[in-house]
């Protein structure tokens, strides 16, 4: 028995998400259906980013055991001739038979992206949020450095989100303008309930002038979710990647 | 009667390319439909570049006269809330009575893109070639430099294509890699039937390997389509934009 991890890139346009739901196409139901295909065995993965509907991934992670005998490094291959174009293997690998994607201690980084001009740009209208408003950037980077270092991020998390502890910590964030396309990147060792999605609603009000950037310390302290800002739609949001911390040495 | 000209910019994925066809829904067709509704006039656009099946835009033009008191700045905005929304209006304005955008000079620029990597990615499926095989960029950059200025294409043009004169001016051309993308951009007074996607799949066969540079002067001088590569695929490549020359001003 091996323990095989891929890496998962997905547009999520048509997905109600990663998470198994009954009626419904999800990322993991397409992957555990086609795996199963693959390798003649019934498979379950178990992803480390379980992304809402909408919401795009360059590099999620899901894990799974078999019994086969094809190589490991061939069933990226195998496996994308199996899936729909929406949905690409970009590495698989052998790893520890007891690491576990959500339990292992890790980077996760995560990009939101804004389109910023006066009409929207038929291109990007599944993978941006567009608004028209002027972004003050500028602000919105001043906003997010609030953010940064352990916080218990309470107000910026769903209140139907389910979790023990509501502190987390943001090793990096900011905000950079490269054309009409503002990039809020966020990099943290987990991330709560929606928590991206407000922050990236939260710092949008910084950026109409709405919150002044150092309103974001009180907004922190509230520990309440009516403080933060408005969820962004779930379509501006990609999962970057995953890098896992293990005997003291980051692998991907 | 005024004279309307759109920047029309365009995911041209669901078309049939821009070309009013029967039994098919092309860009031009929907204009012409949700325009007519607009206006309740039956209106009929002249479009600058024909793009076809799977090509899209940032800023093809298409103008139309009208005698309607809408005034013209606002009807980018109103037919944007009718167009569906791989299609997007990003300005209107009057133009001379006797403006034509195939006939009065202009330079036009295209870019295609290439995702060069290992698998594909699915956030650029609809709007990049995918190339595994590692692309020599350096090499498909001198290549291009044997295209600048005037010269005879007829290598370069599809051998359906009905034209008086083969000859064009290639102003500018480069490509760059950025990440993953290799993009080819380039700028002329005109582009025959298929020529930039003939250039591409071209460049690509240096890219990889399969011509040397030099041999782009070869290809050019034998004036005959089965000395240049193949054509690229339509959904690499998108028509940027159109400067209109009046008057010795550039005008966008």
Redesign the interface.
């Known amino acids: 028995m091996k323990r095989i991890k891929l890496t998962v ?3 999520g346009t048509r997905y109600s998400g990663w998470q198994l739901q009954p009626n419904a196409e999800t990322i993991e139901s397409v992957l555990n259906r086609h795996l199963s295909g693959l390798l003649k065995e019934e498979i379950t993965v178990t992803g480390a980013s379980r992304t809402d509907a909408g919401v ?1 991934s ?1 590099g999620n992670v899901a894990v799974f055991d078999t019994n086969t005998r094809i190589p490991v490094e061939k069933i ?1 291959y195998a496996m ?1 001739t199996r899936l729909p ?6 590495d698989s690998c052998e790893v520890e038979p007891d690491f576990h994607p959500r339990r292992t201690d890790s980077r996760k980084t995560y990009e939101y992206r804004i389109l910023n001009r ?6 990007c ?1 599944h ?1 941006t949020y567009f608004v028209h408003r002027n972004l003050d950037v500028e602000k919105m980077s001043q906003a997010a450095e609030y953010l940064r270092g352990e916080h218990d991020f309470k107000s910026f998390c769903s209140v139907h989100a389910q979790v023990q502890s509501t502190v987390r910590t943001v090793y990096g964030i900011c905000v950079e303008k490269e054309n009409d396309i503002v990039t809020i990147r966020i990099t943290g060792n987990g991330f709560l309930y929606n928590m991206v999605r407000i922050i990236a609603g939260t710092l949008l009000q910084v950026g109409i002038g709405c919150l002044r950037p150092e309103e974001i310390e009180t907004i922190l302290e509230k520990k309440d979710r009516r403080a933060a800002g408005p969820t962004a739609p779930a379509h501006g949001l ?1 999962m970057i990647g995953i890098e896992y911390l293990q005997n003291g040495f980051c692998k991907f």
Chains 1, 2 share one sequence.
């Open positions: 890139a997905y547009d795009h360059l990226s994308n174009e929406d949905i690409v293997i970009q006066k009409f929207p740009l038929p291109d209208r993978n990609t």
